[in-house]
């Protein structure tokens, strides 16, 4: 717990393979799994500057109360996902906090302590994200996420559905609107 920024809630992984790493952690008992192939993200900065969005294909699942994301980069669009890769491999790479309605005081603290955004943006109507690097120590990458357009609620199902899940149907994919494909 921050009490700065309030609880950790997600860790997230870069990965190379998401099928692949959604598997290994479903046989640990992780899961379900919420699949969005492309999130589609609308807006992205790179360390300031407005920069194409990378594509991205994102999971999530919940391990009690602590979710975890499984991304994957699927082009060379400059991102903090690629840098990851590059520089570590595949590899835990930040651990995210979340807000409903305290967003810009979160990243005026962070700033205020020396972060600086590496990447930021949003995915549609869902509120925003940004990601944020110390110079002193840029292992320790946070995540802020804004709660905003229907995020919260989303993260919602995936909690409860991992609360009582039994080990079917580990993968749920998700159309470009989120909702689970039939």
């Keep these: 717990m921050s009490f700065l920024l309030g609880a ?3 860790v997230g992984y870069v990965v190379k393979d998401i099928e692949k790493a959604m598997a290994q952690w479903a046989r640990l008992g992780v899961g379900p799994w919420f699949y969005k192939e ?11 500057k407005d920069s194409p969005p990378p594509a991205l294909s994102i999971a ?9 994301e499984l991304i994957q980069q699927r ?9 990851t890769l590059r520089q570590a491999g595949e590899a835990a790479q930040h651990v995210a906090y979340w807000t409903l309605d305290r967003y810009d005081e979160h990243v005026a603290t962070l700033l205020g302590l020396g972060y600086v955004e590496g990447h ?8 925003r994200f940004g990601y944020f690097v110390h110079p002193d120590l840029p292992s320790a990458m ?6 905003t357009g229907g995020k919260g609620e989303h993260f919602q199902r995936v909690r409860a559905a991992g609360a ?3 080990g079917r149907d580990p993968v749920r994919r998700l159309t470009a609107t989120g909702s689970p494909q039939a």
Aim: proline letters at 2%.
């Design 8 to 10: 950790a809630r997600q």
């Design 38 to 48: 492309d999130v589609g993200t609308t807006e992205f900065r790179y360390y300031g």
């Design 60 to 68: 999530l699942a919940n391990s009690g109360d602590l979710q975890l």
């Design 75 to 83: 082009d060379d669009a400059p991102s903090l996902y690629r840098d």
């Design 120 to 127: 930021g943006g949003r995915m549609g109507t869902r509120g």
């Design 142 to 147: 946070i995540e802020l996420s804004e709660l």
């Design 164 to 166: 009582d899940w039994d």
